[in-house]
C-alpha cells in the first residue's frame, strides 16, 4: 500500500506534485499548531502596510481544518490538476504555472474590489482563504475543455464534464457551504477559458502569451508525436513527382 502510494506521488507532473505537497504540509503543520492560520490568510491591509507578502500566496494553500471537505478538496486538486497538467497542458509547464498565477491574481484582485463595494464588503470579508477557489477554477477549466466526457456523481446521476462546475456548486449550497468561495473560482476559470481558448479563435491575438522569464524556469521536455512511415502530412518534394 505504502509503495503504490508512493509511485503515485512521484508520477505526478512537477506543479500537481509541489501544489498537493505544499497543501498538505501546510494544513498539517496548522493542525498540529507549528503553523498559525492567522499568518497565512489575506489580509489586504497587512499586505500593504506590514509588508506582509507571502500572504498573497499562502492564503491559496490553506483548506480550513482537515476534515471531509478538505478530503474533497485534495481530491479535486489531485485529480484535476494532474489531468490539466498532463493532457491539455502536456510539454508546456510553464503555460500550466503561468494559468495558475493568473488565476491566483483574478481570484485576489475580485477579492479586493468587492470588499470596497459597500453592497457586498460584508460577503467579500468572510473569504480570506482563496484555496478551494483555486482549486475550482481548475476543475472549470478542465471541464471546459473535455465538455463531452460523461461523469457520474456519487453514482446518483450521470451527466457530462461541460456541466460538472454546476453540479458540484448545487451539492455545495446543499449541503451550506457559501457559494461565493466556488462562484469565485468559476469567474476565474471562464476569464482564462475565454482569453486563452476564445479570444484567440475571434481575433488571431492571444492575451495570455506566458513571459519569457516564466518559460526560463522549466525545461519542458518536447513532445514527441509518432506517425506511421507510410503516412504524408505534406506534399511529396518536386523532385519525387518527376521521378518514374
Given amino acids: ?29 496548522c493542525s498540529l499548531d507549528i503553523i498559525s492560520p492567522h499568518n497565512l490568510y489575506l489580509n489586504p491591509n497587512l499586505v500593504v502596510k506590514q509588508y506582509q507578502f507571502w500572504r498573497l500566496v499562502t492564503n491559496f494553500l490553506y483548506f480550513r481544518k482537515m476534515d471531509l471537505d478538505f478530503m474533497f478538496h485534495m481530491f479535486f486538486l489531485a485529480r484535476y490538476c494532474k489531468l490539466l497538467e498532463e493532457n ?9 504555472f503561468y494559468m495558475l498565477l493568473f488565476g491566483a491574481a483574478v ?10 463595494i459597500p453592497q457586498l464588503s460584508a460577503s467579500f470579508a468572510k473569504i480570506i482563504f482563496l484555496s478551494n477557489s483555486l482549486t475550482f477554477m481548475m476543475v472549470y477549466v478542465w471541464s471546459k475543455q473535455n465538455p463531452f466526457i460523461h461523469m457520474s456523481f456519487l453514482g446518483l446521476f450521470t451527466f457530462t464534464a461541460a456541466y460538472l462546475p454546476w453540479v458540484l456548486l448545487t451539492f455545495s449550497v446543499f449541503v451550506g457551504a457559501s457559494p461565493w468561495v466556488d462562484l469565485l473560482g468559476m469567474i476565474a476559470g471562464h476569464a482564462y477559458y475565454f482569453l486563452e481558448d476564445v479570444y484567440p479563435r475571434m481575433t488571431g491575438r492571444r492575451p495570455l502569451r506566458t513571459p519569457s522569464f516564466i518559460k526560463a524556469l522549466f525545461a519542458d521536455d518536447p513532445v514527441v508525436v509518432a506517425r506511421p512511415g507510410n503516412v504524408r502530412f505534406a506534399p511529396p518534394p518536386v523532385e519525387e513527382l518527376h521521378q518514374d
Fill in 88 to 96: 491539455s497542458f502536456r510539454g508546456r509547464t510553464a503555460d500550466f
Fill in 107 to 116: 481570484l485576489t484582485g475580485i477579492v479586493l474590489v468587492g470588499g470596497m
Fill in 1 to 29: 500500500m505504502a509503495q503504490a502510494v508512493e509511485e503515485w506521488y512521484k508520477q505526478m507532473p512537477v506543479i500537481t506534485r509541489s501544489y498537493l505537497t505544499a497543501a498538505v504540509v501546510t494544513n498539517i503543520g
